[in-house]
């Protein structure tokens, strides 16, 4: 399965900060694992880059359905005011 190693590779596949990586991951349940590469001490971000698009393509979907929802609500917000009468569209008189 091939993977991202690294916050630096994950970040240029999706065009953005190492920072807003681990933010993600915290607050969008972007899915990133920590693992060991070859003789390297330390664990290393890593996620496998199918699991990477399908977390885009669930991020985009519900991304989609927010800004629906706001368009909705503005809408109907602006449904419900009452516009104030325009000059010459009366009944004729």
């Known amino acids: ?13 999706l065009d953005t900060s190492e920072k807003t990586v ?3 991951y915290w607050d969008e ?10 003789n390297h ?6 996620v496998p880059q199918e699991m990477l698009m399908t977390w885009l393509m669930v991020k985009a979907k519900l991304d ?4 629906r929802e706001r368009r909705k609500a503005r809408r109907s917000a602006e449904n419900g005011r ?3 009468p325009h000059e010459g ?3 004729g008189r």
């Open 22 to 24: 681990i933010r993600w």
């Open 64 to 67: 989609r359905e927010q800004l």
């Open 82 to 84: 009452e516009s104030p």
């Open 29 to 38: 349940n972007l899915p990133l694992l920590k693992r060991r590469k070859g």
């Open 1 to 13: 399965m091939a993977g991202l190693w690294g916050l630096k590779a994950i970040a240029k596949v």
């Open 89 to 91: 569209t009366g009944t």
């Open 41 to 46: 001490p330390r664990p290393i971000w890593w």
